[in-house]
């Protein structure tokens, strides 16, 4: 159990917080093991590197991740006051969302179910 009041224990806790900039995509229809593809061409590249490989990928899910790194890049520059030139990309993941199931019908009345995945992807950036 913590010690301490209920203030000094928020206040220790937002101390320990990252300050750097990020964006997060909830419940992204993508599963983790494709968004992970794109996200690996991508991690420590510079945003303006990051953002021409995304535009020129196949990938489904590298509109989305595109998508969410311009996002990054706007939190940076309007939060924090960054300069987009000196950005690089620290971390990118996907973590495991809810899936959502259903059925499909199959011969002699039998059901097989298909799982519908999600993730939910995030990208840090930071100044070089």
Do not use: W
């Not at 997060?24 to 510079?46: E, M, P, T």
């Amino acid at each position: 159990m913590a010690k301490g009041h209920r203030s000094q224990i928020k206040r220790e806790r937002n101390a320990q917080k990252d300050t750097r900039p990020s964006a997060k995509l909830s419940y992204a229809r993508v599963s983790v093991q494709k968004a992970c593809f794109v996200l690996d061409a991508i991690r420590g590249k510079d945003v303006q590197t990051a953002l021409a490989i995304l535009a020129y990928n196949p990938r489904y899910a590298s509109s989305l991740i595109e998508k969410l790194l311009k996002s990054a890049i706007a939190n940076a520059e309007n939060n924090s006051g960054m300069n987009a030139d000196n950005l690089y990309i620290a971390e990118c993941y996907a973590n495991k969302g809810p899936t959502m199931k259903r059925v499909r019908p199959r011969a002699q009345g039998r059901a097989y179910r298909i799982e519908k995945r999600m993730s939910h992807i995030t990208i840090v950036l930071d100044e070089r």
